[in-house]
Protein backbone atom coordinates (compact mmCIF):
# COMPACT_ATOMS: atom_id res chain seq x y z
CA UNK A 1 0.00 0.00 0.00
CA UNK A 2 1.51 3.33 -0.94
CA UNK A 3 1.68 6.15 1.96
CA UNK A 4 1.07 9.52 1.34
CA UNK A 5 1.58 12.05 3.66
CA UNK A 6 -0.23 15.71 3.78
CA UNK A 7 1.23 18.74 4.96
CA UNK A 8 -1.38 21.54 5.40
CA UNK A 9 -2.61 24.20 8.10
CA UNK A 10 -6.03 23.24 7.07
CA UNK A 11 -7.63 21.19 9.86
CA UNK A 12 -10.91 20.32 7.82
CA UNK A 13 -8.90 19.94 3.86
CA UNK A 14 -6.39 17.44 6.27
CA UNK A 15 -9.81 15.47 7.58
CA UNK A 16 -11.32 15.39 4.09
CA UNK A 17 -8.80 14.59 2.02
CA UNK A 18 -7.44 12.21 4.18
CA UNK A 19 -10.87 10.48 4.11
CA UNK A 20 -11.19 10.25 0.89
CA UNK A 21 -7.45 9.21 0.04
CA UNK A 22 -8.45 6.66 2.95
CA UNK A 23 -11.61 5.20 0.66
CA UNK A 24 -9.04 4.82 -2.63
CA UNK A 25 -6.79 2.35 -0.65
CA UNK A 26 -3.93 4.41 0.14
CA UNK A 27 -2.02 4.87 3.87
CA UNK A 28 -2.34 8.15 4.85
CA UNK A 29 -0.11 10.57 7.71
CA UNK A 30 -0.86 14.19 8.05
CA UNK A 31 1.46 16.93 9.43
CA UNK A 32 -0.41 20.68 10.00
CA UNK A 33 3.09 22.42 9.43
CA UNK A 34 6.46 22.29 7.29
CA UNK A 35 8.41 21.69 10.28
CA UNK A 36 6.39 18.82 11.72
CA UNK A 37 5.92 17.16 8.46
CA UNK A 38 9.83 17.34 7.64
CA UNK A 39 10.30 15.40 11.04
CA UNK A 40 8.01 13.06 9.94
CA UNK A 41 9.54 12.17 6.70
CA UNK A 42 12.73 12.35 8.13
CA UNK A 43 11.59 9.01 10.44
CA UNK A 44 9.56 7.37 7.66
CA UNK A 45 10.12 8.36 3.97
CA UNK A 46 6.45 7.99 2.42
CA UNK A 47 5.28 7.31 -1.47
CA UNK A 48 4.37 10.94 -2.13
CA UNK A 49 3.93 14.10 -0.19
CA UNK A 50 1.15 16.38 -0.66
CA UNK A 51 2.33 20.14 0.16
CA UNK A 52 0.39 23.30 1.23
CA UNK A 53 2.09 26.05 -0.39
CA UNK A 54 0.97 28.88 2.64
CA UNK A 55 2.06 27.49 6.02
CA UNK A 56 2.53 28.74 9.17
CA UNK A 57 6.21 29.04 10.33
CA UNK A 58 8.42 27.24 7.68
CA UNK A 59 6.75 28.46 3.96
CA UNK A 60 5.89 25.61 1.87
CA UNK A 61 8.60 26.39 -0.80
CA UNK A 62 11.30 26.40 2.15
CA UNK A 63 9.41 22.67 3.21
CA UNK A 64 9.86 22.10 -0.44
CA UNK A 65 13.68 22.30 -0.69
CA UNK A 66 14.00 20.41 2.86
CA UNK A 67 12.30 17.42 1.61
CA UNK A 68 13.90 17.27 -1.43
CA UNK A 69 17.24 17.08 -0.17
CA UNK A 70 16.11 14.22 2.22
CA UNK A 71 14.75 12.16 -0.57
CA UNK A 72 15.41 13.39 -3.87
CA UNK A 73 13.26 10.59 -5.64
CA UNK A 74 10.30 11.11 -3.17
CA UNK A 75 7.69 12.84 -5.35
CA UNK A 76 5.54 16.00 -4.08
CA UNK A 77 2.77 17.51 -5.82
CA UNK A 78 2.50 21.34 -4.58
CA UNK A 79 -1.25 21.89 -3.33
CA UNK A 80 -2.22 25.94 -3.80
CA UNK A 81 -4.48 28.61 -4.04
CA UNK A 82 -5.31 30.75 -6.67
CA UNK A 83 -3.13 33.90 -5.75
CA UNK A 84 0.26 31.86 -4.95
CA UNK A 85 0.60 30.00 -8.21
CA UNK A 86 3.87 31.17 -9.04
CA UNK A 87 5.56 29.90 -5.87
CA UNK A 88 4.46 26.70 -7.05
CA UNK A 89 5.70 26.91 -10.26
CA UNK A 90 8.88 27.82 -8.32
CA UNK A 91 8.74 24.58 -6.93
CA UNK A 92 7.58 22.94 -9.59
CA UNK A 93 11.08 23.88 -11.72
CA UNK A 94 12.83 22.80 -8.27
CA UNK A 95 12.04 19.48 -8.99
CA UNK A 96 8.29 19.05 -7.50
CA UNK A 97 6.21 16.78 -9.84
CA UNK A 98 3.25 18.91 -10.14
CA UNK A 99 1.07 21.35 -8.78
CA UNK A 100 -3.15 21.73 -8.33
CA UNK A 101 -4.88 24.47 -7.60
CA UNK A 102 -7.89 24.72 -4.75
CA UNK A 103 -10.79 23.94 -4.58
CA UNK A 104 -9.51 20.75 -6.01
CA UNK A 105 -11.12 19.17 -8.76
CA UNK A 106 -11.23 15.72 -7.38
CA UNK A 107 -10.89 13.31 -10.21
CA UNK A 108 -7.95 15.72 -11.70
CA UNK A 109 -5.78 15.32 -8.09
CA UNK A 110 -6.67 11.80 -8.15
CA UNK A 111 -5.27 10.90 -11.54
CA UNK A 112 -2.08 13.12 -10.75
CA UNK A 113 -1.40 11.05 -7.46
CA UNK A 114 -1.50 8.17 -9.30
CA UNK A 115 0.76 9.29 -11.87
CA UNK A 116 3.35 11.03 -9.49
CA UNK A 117 3.31 7.23 -7.24
CA UNK A 118 4.05 5.64 -10.61
CA UNK A 119 6.89 7.88 -11.44
CA UNK A 120 8.14 7.61 -7.73
CA UNK A 121 7.95 3.81 -8.32
CA UNK A 122 9.68 4.42 -11.51
CA UNK A 123 12.71 6.76 -9.97
CA UNK A 124 13.12 4.13 -7.05
CA UNK A 125 13.42 0.72 -8.55
CA UNK A 126 16.26 0.31 -10.59
CA UNK A 127 16.47 -1.98 -13.26
CA UNK A 128 19.46 -4.28 -13.85
CA UNK A 129 21.11 -5.79 -16.45
CA UNK A 130 20.97 -9.62 -16.45
CA UNK A 131 22.04 -9.58 -13.04
CA UNK A 132 22.13 -13.27 -11.36
CA UNK A 133 19.48 -14.05 -9.34
CA UNK A 134 20.70 -13.26 -5.58
CA UNK A 135 22.02 -9.96 -6.57
CA UNK A 136 18.76 -8.77 -7.92
CA UNK A 137 17.74 -5.26 -6.20
CA UNK A 138 14.59 -4.83 -8.43
CA UNK A 139 13.58 -5.26 -11.56
CA UNK A 140 15.78 -6.62 -13.98
CA UNK A 141 16.00 -7.14 -18.34
CA UNK A 142 16.61 -10.99 -19.14
CA UNK A 143 18.14 -12.50 -21.72
CA UNK A 144 21.65 -13.58 -22.78
CA UNK A 145 21.12 -14.02 -26.65
CA UNK A 146 23.65 -11.92 -28.73
CA UNK A 147 20.56 -9.31 -29.44
CA UNK A 148 20.21 -8.81 -25.90
CA UNK A 149 23.97 -8.61 -25.48
CA UNK A 150 23.97 -5.51 -28.05
CA UNK A 151 21.12 -3.99 -25.94
CA UNK A 152 23.12 -4.38 -22.45
CA UNK A 153 26.57 -2.57 -24.61
CA UNK A 154 24.17 -0.24 -26.13
CA UNK A 155 22.86 1.01 -22.49
CA UNK A 156 26.09 1.23 -21.57
CA UNK A 157 27.80 2.95 -24.01
CA UNK A 158 25.38 6.06 -23.49
CA UNK A 159 25.19 5.71 -19.94
CA UNK A 160 27.77 8.35 -19.70
CA UNK A 161 26.32 10.90 -22.26
CA UNK A 162 22.93 12.84 -22.27
CA UNK A 163 22.24 11.59 -25.84
CA UNK A 164 19.07 11.11 -27.31
CA UNK A 165 17.83 7.85 -27.06
CA UNK A 166 15.09 5.70 -29.64
CA UNK A 167 14.34 2.52 -28.50
CA UNK A 168 12.22 0.51 -30.84
CA UNK A 169 10.86 -2.93 -31.43
CA UNK A 170 6.93 -5.05 -31.47
CA UNK A 171 4.55 -4.51 -28.61
CA UNK A 172 5.21 -6.12 -25.43
CA UNK A 173 9.59 -6.63 -26.31
CA UNK A 174 10.37 -4.46 -23.27
CA UNK A 175 11.27 -0.55 -24.64
CA UNK A 176 9.82 0.76 -21.67
CA UNK A 177 11.41 -1.67 -19.50
CA UNK A 178 14.87 -0.40 -21.27
CA UNK A 179 14.13 2.79 -21.58
CA UNK A 180 14.08 2.91 -17.32
CA UNK A 181 17.60 0.95 -17.68
CA UNK A 182 18.57 4.00 -19.68
CA UNK A 183 17.55 6.07 -17.22
CA UNK A 184 18.87 4.40 -13.87
CA UNK A 185 22.22 3.97 -15.63
CA UNK A 186 22.69 7.46 -16.48
CA UNK A 187 24.23 10.56 -14.98
CA UNK A 188 20.92 12.22 -14.51
CA UNK A 189 19.71 8.98 -12.35
CA UNK A 190 19.38 11.20 -9.74
CA UNK A 191 17.11 13.34 -11.22
CA UNK A 192 13.25 12.90 -12.42
CA UNK A 193 11.99 10.88 -14.63
CA UNK A 194 8.94 11.75 -16.25
CA UNK A 195 6.82 9.07 -18.83
CA UNK A 196 4.86 10.59 -21.32
CA UNK A 197 2.31 8.08 -23.31
CA UNK A 198 1.62 10.00 -26.31
CA UNK A 199 -1.18 7.86 -26.96
CA UNK A 200 -2.61 7.92 -23.34
CA UNK A 201 -3.27 11.86 -23.68
CA UNK A 202 -5.34 12.72 -25.75
CA UNK A 203 -3.89 14.87 -28.89
CA UNK A 204 -5.72 18.00 -27.95
CA UNK A 205 -4.20 17.96 -24.00
CA UNK A 206 -0.76 16.68 -25.66
CA UNK A 207 0.70 20.23 -26.25
CA UNK A 208 -0.41 21.75 -23.32
CA UNK A 209 0.70 18.85 -21.32
CA UNK A 210 4.11 18.88 -22.50
CA UNK A 211 4.82 22.65 -23.00
CA UNK A 212 2.68 24.08 -20.87
CA UNK A 213 0.58 27.38 -21.13
CA UNK A 214 0.56 30.96 -20.27
CA UNK A 215 -2.96 32.23 -18.78
CA UNK A 216 -5.48 33.45 -21.58
CA UNK A 217 -3.74 30.97 -24.13
CA UNK A 218 -7.41 29.22 -24.36
CA UNK A 219 -10.34 29.93 -23.14
CA UNK A 220 -10.16 28.04 -19.79
CA UNK A 221 -6.56 28.78 -19.18
CA UNK A 222 -7.31 30.92 -16.42
CA UNK A 223 -3.26 30.40 -14.46
CA UNK A 224 0.04 29.87 -16.00
CA UNK A 225 0.68 26.35 -16.22
CA UNK A 226 3.77 24.01 -16.50
CA UNK A 227 4.53 21.76 -18.66
CA UNK A 228 6.12 17.79 -18.40
CA UNK A 229 8.74 18.86 -20.32
CA UNK A 230 9.75 22.09 -17.59
CA UNK A 231 8.41 19.97 -14.80
CA UNK A 232 11.23 17.55 -15.72
CA UNK A 233 14.14 20.48 -15.38
CA UNK A 234 17.36 18.84 -15.16
CA UNK A 235 16.14 15.03 -15.79
CA UNK A 236 14.51 12.84 -18.42
CA UNK A 237 11.55 12.41 -19.95
CA UNK A 238 10.58 8.57 -21.44
CA UNK A 239 8.12 9.74 -24.72
CA UNK A 240 6.38 6.35 -25.02
CA UNK A 241 4.51 5.68 -27.90
CA UNK A 242 6.14 8.58 -30.36
CA UNK A 243 5.43 7.35 -33.49
CA UNK A 244 1.53 8.37 -32.33
CA UNK A 245 2.67 12.28 -31.61
CA UNK A 246 0.79 14.70 -33.99
CA UNK A 247 2.61 16.81 -36.65
CA UNK A 248 2.38 19.59 -35.36
CA UNK A 249 3.61 18.71 -31.47
CA UNK A 250 6.45 16.88 -33.98
CA UNK A 251 7.71 20.24 -34.89
CA UNK A 252 8.08 21.82 -31.23
CA UNK A 253 9.71 18.77 -30.40
CA UNK A 254 12.53 18.65 -33.23
CA UNK A 255 13.20 22.41 -31.52
CA UNK A 256 13.08 20.87 -28.81
CA UNK A 257 15.92 18.55 -29.80
CA UNK A 258 18.16 21.04 -31.68
CA UNK A 259 17.73 24.16 -29.76
CA UNK A 260 16.85 22.83 -26.15
CA UNK A 261 14.30 25.49 -25.76
CA UNK A 262 10.30 25.35 -26.03
CA UNK A 263 7.62 27.81 -25.73
CA UNK A 264 4.81 27.11 -23.74
CA UNK A 265 1.66 27.71 -25.49
CA UNK A 266 0.03 31.40 -25.69
CA UNK A 267 3.47 32.52 -24.76
CA UNK A 268 6.51 34.16 -26.36
CA UNK A 269 9.22 33.71 -24.25
CA UNK A 270 11.61 30.98 -24.94
CA UNK A 271 12.28 28.96 -22.17
CA UNK A 272 15.40 27.13 -21.98
CA UNK A 273 15.56 23.60 -20.83
CA UNK A 274 17.62 21.12 -19.60
CA UNK A 275 16.08 17.65 -20.30
CA UNK A 276 16.98 14.52 -21.78
CA UNK A 277 14.69 12.49 -24.29
CA UNK A 278 14.07 8.77 -24.73
CA UNK A 279 11.84 7.82 -26.42
CA UNK A 280 9.85 4.70 -27.63
CA UNK A 281 7.78 3.26 -30.53
CA UNK A 282 6.55 0.43 -31.96
CA UNK A 283 5.41 1.78 -34.83
CA UNK A 284 7.02 1.65 -38.46
CA UNK A 285 8.14 5.33 -38.58
CA UNK A 286 9.51 4.46 -42.17
CA UNK A 287 6.38 3.96 -43.34
CA UNK A 288 4.77 6.69 -41.36
CA UNK A 289 7.39 9.15 -43.29
CA UNK A 290 6.54 7.40 -46.23
CA UNK A 291 2.70 8.18 -45.04
CA UNK A 292 3.49 11.80 -44.54
CA UNK A 293 2.20 10.91 -40.81
CA UNK A 294 6.10 11.67 -39.00
CA UNK A 295 8.41 14.00 -39.55
CA UNK A 296 11.50 12.87 -41.75
CA UNK A 297 14.27 15.36 -39.98
CA UNK A 298 12.61 14.32 -36.47
CA UNK A 299 13.19 11.10 -37.14
CA UNK A 300 16.92 11.67 -38.33
CA UNK A 301 17.41 13.68 -35.25
CA UNK A 302 16.31 10.74 -33.15
CA UNK A 303 17.60 8.05 -34.51
CA UNK A 304 21.12 8.65 -33.92
CA UNK A 305 21.03 5.89 -31.08
CA UNK A 306 19.06 3.72 -31.66
CA UNK A 307 18.30 0.21 -29.38
CA UNK A 308 16.61 -2.44 -31.08
CA UNK A 309 14.49 -4.54 -29.22
CA UNK A 310 14.25 -8.06 -31.26
CA UNK A 311 10.96 -10.07 -31.15
CA UNK A 312 11.12 -12.83 -28.64
CA UNK A 313 10.19 -15.43 -31.38
CA UNK A 314 13.97 -14.47 -33.16
CA UNK A 315 15.95 -15.04 -29.59
CA UNK A 316 14.21 -18.41 -28.29
CA UNK A 317 16.93 -19.06 -26.30
CA UNK A 318 16.27 -16.56 -23.74
CA UNK A 319 12.89 -18.00 -23.23
CA UNK A 320 13.95 -20.52 -20.47
CA UNK A 321 16.01 -17.58 -18.90
CA UNK A 322 12.67 -15.58 -18.75
CA UNK A 323 10.63 -18.50 -17.98
CA UNK A 324 12.33 -19.25 -14.65
CA UNK A 325 12.32 -15.63 -13.62
CA UNK A 326 8.67 -15.19 -14.37
CA UNK A 327 7.90 -18.24 -12.47
CA UNK A 328 10.14 -17.54 -9.38
CA UNK A 329 8.94 -13.93 -9.33
CA UNK A 330 4.83 -14.36 -9.38
CA UNK A 331 5.42 -17.42 -7.14
CA UNK A 332 7.07 -15.17 -4.55
CA UNK A 333 4.54 -12.54 -5.24
CA UNK A 334 1.25 -15.11 -4.37
CA UNK A 335 3.07 -16.37 -1.44
CA UNK A 336 3.44 -20.20 -2.93
CA UNK A 337 6.44 -22.13 -3.22
CA UNK A 338 7.34 -22.24 -7.14
CA UNK A 339 5.94 -25.80 -8.30
CA UNK A 340 8.91 -25.84 -11.43
CA UNK A 341 8.38 -26.56 -14.79
CA UNK A 342 8.53 -30.21 -17.08
CA UNK A 343 10.56 -30.42 -20.02
CA UNK A 344 7.65 -30.81 -22.19
CA UNK A 345 6.00 -27.40 -21.13
CA UNK A 346 9.19 -25.38 -21.46
CA UNK A 347 9.93 -26.71 -24.67
CA UNK A 348 6.29 -25.67 -25.69
CA UNK A 349 7.30 -21.87 -24.37
CA UNK A 350 10.18 -22.11 -26.59
CA UNK A 351 8.63 -22.78 -30.08
CA UNK A 352 5.46 -21.05 -29.71
CA UNK A 353 5.40 -17.28 -31.51
CA UNK A 354 4.54 -14.88 -28.92
CA UNK A 355 3.15 -12.34 -30.84
CA UNK A 356 2.96 -10.27 -27.98
CA UNK A 357 6.54 -10.88 -26.81
CA UNK A 358 7.65 -10.57 -23.35
CA UNK A 359 4.28 -9.54 -21.75
CA UNK A 360 2.60 -11.89 -23.40
CA UNK A 361 4.62 -14.97 -21.99
CA UNK A 362 4.92 -13.21 -18.46
CA UNK A 363 0.93 -12.97 -18.70
CA UNK A 364 1.34 -16.92 -19.25
CA UNK A 365 3.02 -17.92 -16.89
CA UNK A 366 1.18 -16.17 -13.67
CA UNK A 367 -1.95 -17.23 -15.12
CA UNK A 368 -0.70 -20.48 -15.30
CA UNK A 369 0.58 -20.47 -12.00
CA UNK A 370 -2.44 -18.93 -10.39
CA UNK A 371 -4.48 -22.10 -11.28
CA UNK A 372 -1.92 -24.46 -10.50
CA UNK A 373 -1.65 -27.32 -7.66
CA UNK A 374 1.26 -27.76 -6.88
CA UNK A 375 2.86 -30.00 -9.42
CA UNK A 376 5.52 -28.57 -11.76
CA UNK A 377 3.24 -26.78 -14.72
CA UNK A 378 2.72 -29.18 -17.52
CA UNK A 379 1.83 -29.11 -20.91
CA UNK A 380 -1.78 -28.82 -20.43
CA UNK A 381 -1.56 -26.03 -17.63
CA UNK A 382 0.30 -23.79 -20.30
CA UNK A 383 -2.36 -24.63 -23.04
CA UNK A 384 -4.64 -23.81 -20.55
CA UNK A 385 -3.49 -20.48 -19.65
CA UNK A 386 -3.06 -19.34 -23.33
CA UNK A 387 -6.15 -20.71 -24.62
CA UNK A 388 -7.50 -18.93 -21.67
CA UNK A 389 -8.47 -15.47 -23.22
CA UNK A 390 -8.84 -17.04 -26.93
CA UNK A 391 -11.22 -19.34 -24.88
CA UNK A 392 -13.29 -16.38 -23.30
CA UNK A 393 -13.84 -14.88 -26.98
CA UNK A 394 -15.43 -18.02 -28.43
CA UNK A 395 -17.86 -18.94 -25.43
CA UNK A 396 -20.46 -19.39 -26.63
CA UNK A 397 -22.92 -16.70 -28.46
CA UNK A 398 -26.04 -18.56 -27.18
CA UNK A 399 -24.75 -19.24 -23.77
CA UNK A 400 -23.87 -15.79 -23.32
CA UNK A 401 -27.47 -14.31 -24.84
CA UNK A 402 -29.18 -16.48 -22.11
CA UNK A 403 -27.61 -15.19 -19.23
CA UNK A 404 -27.71 -10.81 -20.60
CA UNK A 405 -31.60 -12.36 -21.13
CA UNK A 406 -32.25 -13.43 -17.73
CA UNK A 407 -30.45 -10.09 -16.38
CA UNK A 408 -32.48 -7.72 -18.82
CA UNK A 409 -35.69 -9.90 -17.59
CA UNK A 410 -34.99 -8.77 -13.88
CA UNK A 411 -34.39 -5.23 -14.89
CA UNK A 412 -37.65 -4.77 -16.71
CA UNK A 413 -39.38 -6.80 -13.66
CA UNK A 414 -38.46 -3.95 -11.60
CA UNK A 415 -41.54 -1.11 -13.94
CA UNK A 416 -40.92 1.82 -15.35
CA UNK A 417 -37.30 3.34 -15.14
CA UNK A 418 -36.23 6.83 -16.67
CA UNK A 419 -33.15 5.88 -19.16
CA UNK A 420 -33.48 2.34 -18.62
CA UNK A 421 -32.58 2.12 -22.59
CA UNK A 422 -29.69 4.21 -22.18
CA UNK A 423 -28.21 2.88 -19.04
CA UNK A 424 -28.32 -0.57 -20.29
CA UNK A 425 -26.34 0.32 -22.90
CA UNK A 426 -23.73 2.42 -21.29
CA UNK A 427 -23.58 -0.53 -19.13
CA UNK A 428 -22.97 -2.76 -22.00
CA UNK A 429 -20.47 -0.03 -23.47
CA UNK A 430 -18.36 0.03 -20.60
CA UNK A 431 -17.79 -3.75 -20.24
CA UNK A 432 -16.46 -3.76 -23.71
CA UNK A 433 -14.31 -1.07 -23.50
CA UNK A 434 -12.83 -2.59 -20.34
CA UNK A 435 -12.26 -5.72 -21.58
CA UNK A 436 -10.61 -4.16 -24.14
CA UNK A 437 -8.53 -2.61 -22.19
CA UNK A 438 -7.58 -5.38 -20.45
CA UNK A 439 -6.48 -7.32 -23.21
CA UNK A 440 -4.00 -5.18 -24.60
CA UNK A 441 -2.82 -4.62 -20.73
CA UNK A 442 -4.02 -0.55 -20.72
CA UNK A 443 -2.61 -0.08 -23.92
CA UNK A 444 -5.05 2.61 -25.83
CA UNK A 445 -4.40 2.53 -28.76
CA UNK A 446 -4.17 -0.91 -29.49
CA UNK A 447 -7.48 -0.98 -27.92
CA UNK A 448 -8.78 1.40 -30.01
CA UNK A 449 -7.49 -0.31 -33.29
CA UNK A 450 -9.32 -3.41 -31.20
CA UNK A 451 -12.82 -1.57 -30.99
CA UNK A 452 -12.22 0.19 -34.07
CA UNK A 453 -12.59 3.35 -32.96
CA UNK A 454 -10.46 6.23 -32.80
CA UNK A 455 -8.28 6.75 -30.05
CA UNK A 456 -10.60 10.51 -28.63
CA UNK A 457 -13.46 8.42 -29.21
CA UNK A 458 -11.54 5.87 -26.82
CA UNK A 459 -10.49 8.63 -24.45
CA UNK A 460 -14.19 9.86 -24.25
CA UNK A 461 -15.52 6.50 -23.15
CA UNK A 462 -13.25 6.09 -20.53
CA UNK A 463 -13.62 9.19 -19.38
CA UNK A 464 -17.91 8.51 -19.86
CA UNK A 465 -17.88 5.44 -18.36
CA UNK A 466 -15.03 6.46 -15.55
CA UNK A 467 -13.17 3.29 -16.41
CA UNK A 468 -9.80 2.64 -14.18
CA UNK A 469 -6.99 2.17 -16.48
CA UNK A 470 -4.66 -1.17 -15.27
CA UNK A 471 -1.33 -1.35 -17.14
CA UNK A 472 -0.97 -5.30 -17.32
CA UNK A 473 2.19 -7.00 -14.90
CA UNK A 474 4.97 -4.50 -14.54
N1 LIG B 1 14.10 -8.76 -21.01
C1 LIG B 1 13.14 -8.74 -20.08
N2 LIG B 1 13.34 -9.34 -18.90
C2 LIG B 1 12.35 -9.34 -17.97
N3 LIG B 1 11.17 -8.77 -18.11
C3 LIG B 1 10.92 -8.15 -19.27
C4 LIG B 1 11.89 -8.08 -20.31
N4 LIG B 1 11.37 -7.40 -21.33
C5 LIG B 1 10.13 -7.05 -20.97
N5 LIG B 1 9.84 -7.48 -19.74
C6 LIG B 1 8.56 -7.32 -19.03
O1 LIG B 1 7.54 -7.50 -19.99
C7 LIG B 1 6.49 -6.53 -19.86
C8 LIG B 1 6.38 -5.71 -21.12
O2 LIG B 1 7.55 -4.91 -21.30
P1 LIG B 1 7.47 -3.36 -21.69
O3 LIG B 1 6.32 -2.69 -21.04
O4 LIG B 1 8.80 -2.77 -21.46
O5 LIG B 1 7.17 -3.53 -23.26
P2 LIG B 1 7.00 -2.44 -24.39
O6 LIG B 1 7.97 -2.78 -25.46
O7 LIG B 1 7.10 -1.07 -23.81
O8 LIG B 1 5.55 -2.76 -24.91
P3 LIG B 1 4.42 -1.78 -25.61
O9 LIG B 1 4.91 -1.48 -27.01
O10 LIG B 1 3.21 -2.65 -25.66
O11 LIG B 1 4.31 -0.59 -24.77
C9 LIG B 1 6.87 -5.71 -18.65
O12 LIG B 1 6.22 -6.26 -17.53
C10 LIG B 1 8.37 -5.89 -18.53
O13 LIG B 1 8.80 -5.73 -17.21
MG1 LIG C 1 5.63 0.37 -23.59
Not at 391 to 410: F, G
Amino acid sequence: MSTIMIIDDDDQLRISFERLLKEEGYGVRTAPSGESGIRMITEAIPDLVLLDVRLPGMNGLEAYRQIHRIEPKLPVIIMTAFGTTETAIEATKMGAFDYVIKPFDIPQILSTIRQALEAGRFMRSPVDMDASPDKIKGEVIIGKSPAMQEVYKAIGRVSATDATVLVRGESGSGKELVARALYHHSVRSDKPFLVINCVAIPDTLLESELFGYEKGAFTGATHRRVGKIEQATGGTVFLDEIGDMPLNLQAKMLRLLQEKSIERLGGRETIPVDVRIIAATNRNLERLIADGQFREDLYYRLKVITIWLPPLRERTGDIPLLADYFLSRYASELGIENPGITREAMSMLVSSPWPGNIRELSNTLQKALIFNRGAPLSLADITQATVDDAKNHHLSEDACDDQVRAWIRTLLSKGEQENLFENCMDHFGGVLVGEALNLTGGNRSQAARLLGMSRPTLHAKIDKYQLKIETSVR
